[in-house]
């Protein structure tokens, strides 16, 4: 199968069919979208936390970053691949933005760029990388590399001050032409007024059915992180416990080993006839 282009995410829109985006975080995240045909691969800075075992998304270095955005390329040839813009590397606005962009799209690999925020001081950067050809995916609501500002990790736009914010950072962000819109952590209803007032794809998570496509993280949707120490947001949903059978297959490993269970014979090779005679004399 060919790369997934942008057109390709626009005849979903059109057609009124679920857009898929899950994040990846290396070769082998990468090659699992691949092989699920993920429409769009998000490599997203939530891997600071979820792979990296950094406390927040702005810890995450732009280089340890470059370096996982190029590994899921390596794994992925046909999800139409988005990196995040991370903290602290494009907020110097449009020269510092596109360097980045340019760093991510010909090291990294990436087809478009996601960058949080609607604030008007973002938009001639949005309308500058878009003129350069790089599209640009819009990011409102819960925005973590806010979280200092936000007061945590919360439901967004739940006052009709912060709803109309909202919905006028998305108005501005179709107006500077982003190709789509995460919606992060807002109220199912504001998701829906919103979708269906605005004429580029929304990308929900943690905002109800009612938008174009959805995104989630992979090590939360798979369960890849240790449960013990990693707390699920109401709004994931489990599709498989990786972590958990993984432990299990390492302590059954374990105890083969000690039971003499493996290996056997057939873990390993014969030998030709003969050898072991001359050997002996
Ligand atoms: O970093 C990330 O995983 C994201 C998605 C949750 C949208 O930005
Ligand atoms: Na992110």
Not at 98 to 106: E, G, I, Q, W, Y
Not at 239 to 267: A, C, I, M, N, Q
């Amino acid at each position: 199968n060919p790369r997934k282009t942008l057109l390709d995410i626009a005849s979903r829109y059109n057609q009124n069919q679920a857009i898929s985006m899950v994040t990846a975080h290396d070769f082998i995240t990468g090659r699992m979208l691949e092989k699920a045909n993920i429409d769009i691969a998000l490599v997203g800075d939530s891997l600071a936390m979820t792979t990296l075992g950094y406390k927040d998304t702005n810890e995450l270095p732009f280089e340890e970053f470059l370096y996982h955005v190029r590994s899921v390329a390596r794994g992925n040839a046909t999800s139409f691949l988005v990196a995040d813009l991370p903290f602290g590397t494009f907020e110097r606005l449009t020269d510092q933005a596109v360097d980045t962009c340019v760093r991510l799209v010909k090291e990294g690999g990436v087809q478009g760029i996601k960058v949080e925020g609607g604030n008007p001081e973002i938009l001639p950067t949005i309308r500058k990388l878009n003129s350069m050809g790089i599209p640009i995916m819009g990011h409102v609501g819960l925005t973590p590399q806010r979280h200092n500002s936000l007061g945590g990790f919360k439901l967004q736009g739940n006052s009709v001050e912060t709803a109309a914010q909202i919905y006028r950072e998305v108005r501005a962000l179709q107006e500077a032409g982003v190709f789509a819109i995460v919606l992060e952590c807002i109220p199912n209803r504001l998701a829906e007024f919103i979708t269906a007032n605005i004429q580029v794809p929304t990308i929900g998570i943690g905002a109800g059915p009612g938008v174009s496509g959805q995104v989630l993280v992979i090590a939360d949707m798979l369960g890849m992180c240790d449960p013990d120490d990693s707390h699920m947001a109401k709004f994931v949903k489990g599709y498989d416990g990786f972590f958990k059978r993984g432990v299990e297959g390492l302590k059954t490993y374990k105890s083969d080993l000690e039971e003499k269970k493996f290996p056997t014979e057939e873990h390993g090779y014969k030998i030709k006839k003969g050898i072991m005679d001359e050997l002996r004399k």
